[in-house]
């Protein structure tokens, strides 16, 4: 058990749709990040927040959103979902102190875009 | 850019085989290097954390080695089990917590198969 939990487990939209996928950290982590992994394909960094801003972005368009909360618990938003967004959503936890520090996976959302 | 890959993409041992799976990366500017595990549609596990200082970390039948200067890590898994076969991923953080500095870089995996 890595202590990070991601809701729902699965999900079906309609191209155009717009979703909301939820992350909480494990306790005491400060940083959350969103990793967008395609079928047989690494995990590919969308962003991520520390301290509730963001502080790094990957290679996605701005439909892609984010919150991190006080409670640093994380939402990922895509808006006018497309077919090509159907993709297993990784989150991770991580507490940032200065350095490199091992970043913990939840067991991610299963999206699938109809 | 960095890139980030992974030999061989797929991996068949019999069980009690000794086996090393491969990661290179072509910017050697790294906080850390992990190495996961990850089951058929499931999140990662995290395996091995190596920090850029160190060359080597040890988890039961898991040692992971890092050659920053040469842009290597071995995964190195004795003993195999059935137990053992899943998809390994390696991923290396960039120095930084800012920008995408601050993400970790993905190979595509080994995907490793242990038979009776």
Redesign the interface.
Known sequence: ETGVTQSPTHLIKTRGQQVTLRCSSQSGHNTVSWYQQALGQGPQFIFQYYREEENGRGNFPPRFSGLQFPNYSSELNVNALELDDSALYLCASSLFRGGGTEAFFGQGTRLTVV | KQE?TQIPAALSVPEGENLVLNCSFTDSA???L?W?RQDP??????LL?I??SQREQTSGRLNASLDKSSGRSTLYIAASQPGDSATY?C?V?G?G?????????????TRLQVTL
């Open positions: 980030v790294i906080y850390n992990q996961f549609g499931k999140g990662l596990t995290s954390l920090q850029s991923l991923a953080k120095a917590n800012t920008g995408t500095a601050s993400k970790l870089t993905f190979g595509t995996g």
